[in-house]
């Protein structure tokens, strides 16, 4: 187990005898914290909300309600944005999904794009239609979605903002 930004972290496990689905090469590295995914043209903060810096290994991974990952998408944008944009926000299914990396685990994400991802679940601005009381998230432990009793909106969870749109 390591610890990285306050967070307890398990080692990345990868299978390299499995094609990587977000290789490195896919995406452009702008050095302020950002990335832009060159398969899907949306641009991502790096660091999970709570976390910055190089690596992200300054701060802590914010747990938020989904109401509350939606109110820090626009709190974020209000106070001036970042890296000059005033246009993130909470991803939706098919986005959040696009950064799932399936040759790993621990996290099911590219650790070099993406560094110091927790192993849990992160909220997606889709509610679950099914039953109101839920929203969809990505558990970037294994990748998989969820709209089960675990993703009910009350619940923290970890976010990750994008812009751009898919």
Not at 45 to 67: D, H, M, N, R
Not at 91 to 115: M, R, W, Y
Not at 126 to 139: E, L, Q
Request: hydrophobic share 40%; glycine share 12%; net charge neutral.
């Amino acid at each position: 187990m390591l610890i990285w930004g306050g967070q307890a972290l398990a080692v990345q496990t990868c299978l390299t005898t499995i094609t990587a689905s977000t290789p490195t090469a896919d995406f452009i590295d702008y050095g302020n914290g950002t990335v832009r995914h060159t398969k899907t043209g949306l641009m991502w903060k790096q660091c999970s909300e709570g976390l910055s810096g190089a690596g992200c290994a300054i701060g802590a991974a914010t747990p938020y309600t989904w109401q509350g990952a939606l109110q820090a998408a626009q709190t974020l944008d209000a106070g001036g944005g970042f890296a000059g944009f005033t246009d993130w926000r909470v991803p939706n299914i098919k986005e959040l999904h696009s950064i799932v990396e399936v040759q790993c685990g621990l996290p099911a994400i590219n650790a070099t794009i993406f560094p110091a991802t927790v192993s849990n679940s992160y909220w997606q601005a889709s509610p679950y239609a099914g039953f109101a009381p839920n929203a969809w998230s990505v558990h970037f432990g294994d990748g998989s979605d969820n709209n089960s009793y675990l993703s009910i909106k009350s619940n923290t969870y970890y976010v990750r903002l994008v812009r751009g749109g898919l």
